[in-house]
């Protein structure tokens, strides 16, 4: 069974910071692409950025230059960095992975959520 927690979501003020992170855990073969996803209130789930297992990275454009993720493949973790938060990054934030169990071909896994808020 494979798990992925999420941590670091919180209340900040428009232009601040928050880091958000996500590990992987279970009985894990190879971990793919891992990114983060977010979801507004009334919204659809939209992605916000992945990275490879070979460490290339990509992100939506409404992030770009305020947003950072990285992995660590030793400990099978994902993170967020975002810096100049604004009100309209406010959503809950998840988590995903694609990965290969040893007795599972490879598919996606999600996190649980995480809310960020970013309000004054």
């Known amino acids: 069974q494979v798990q992925l927690v999420e941590s670091g979501g919180d209340l900040v003020q428009p232009g601040g910071s928050l880091r958000l992170s996500c590990a992987a855990s279970?009985?894990?073969?190879?971990?793919?692409?891992m990114g983060w996803y977010r979801q507004a209130p009334g919204k659809q789930r939209e992605l916000v950025a992945v990275?490879?297992?070979?460490?290339?990275?990509s992100y939506t454009d409404s992030v770009k230059g305020r947003f950072t993720i990285s992995r660590d493949n030793a400990k099978n973790t994902v993170s967020l960095q975002m810096n100049s938060l604004k009100p309209e990054d406010t959503a809950v934030y998840f988590c995903?992975?694609?990965?290969?169990?040893?007795?599972?071909?490879?598919?996606?896994?999600w996190g649980q959520g995480t809310q960020v808020t970013v309000s004054s």
């Open positions: 995903n992975a694609r990965i290969r169990t040893p007795f599972s071909p490879a598919r996606d896994y």
């Open positions: 279970g009985s894990i073969f190879s971990i793919y692409g």
């Open positions: 990275v490879s297992s070979g460490g290339t990275a």
